[in-house]
């Protein structure tokens, strides 16, 4: 399984990247996809994940209403659209995947226990 983020960058403050993940290797639609970060001197968070059969989607507190993840089926790929960011959301953003399908809360534990496969990770700095 190989995993393939883009879309990072220099953003300003309020803007709206968005993040893209290509998942090559997979063998069937049930998994969940997701991301992960992780800011310069920190610990790695979850940010959101993604049903990959069904769609459902699930978000940690400091990003619900600010980020979306959807999937396109036909591309094998999944993105984060990213709004109004702030300088707190400057990090490495790591596409991840995990075989089967869940409850998505499990998927978001900061510990990534649940995780198979990791992508290369995308920077992400938010600064004006």
């Known amino acids: 399984v190989q995993l393939q983020a883009s879309g990072g960058g220099l953003v300003q403050p309020g803007g709206s990247p968005r993040l893209s993940c290509a998942a090559s290797?997979?063998?069937?639609?049930?998994?969940?996809i997701g991301w992960f970060r992780q800011a310069p001197g920190k610990e790695r968070e979850a940010v959101s994940c993604?049903?990959?059969?069904?769609?459902?989607?699930s978000y940690v507190d400091s990003v619900r209403g600010r980020f979306t993840t959807s999937r396109d089926n036909a591309k094998n790929t999944v993105s984060l659209q990213m709004n109004s960011l702030k300088p707190e959301d400057t990090a490495v953003y790591y596409c991840?995947?995990?075989?089967?399908?869940?409850?998505?809360?499990?998927?978001?534990?900061?510990?990534?226990?649940?995780?198979?496969?990791w992508g290369r990770g995308t920077l992400v700095t938010v600064s004006s």
């Open positions: 991840a995947v995990s075989r089967g399908v869940y409850d998505g809360h499990y998927f978001l534990d900061p510990s990534g226990d649940r995780i198979d496969y």
């Open positions: 290797g997979l063998s069937s639609d049930y998994y969940m």
């Open positions: 993604i049903n990959y059969s069904d769609g459902r989607t």
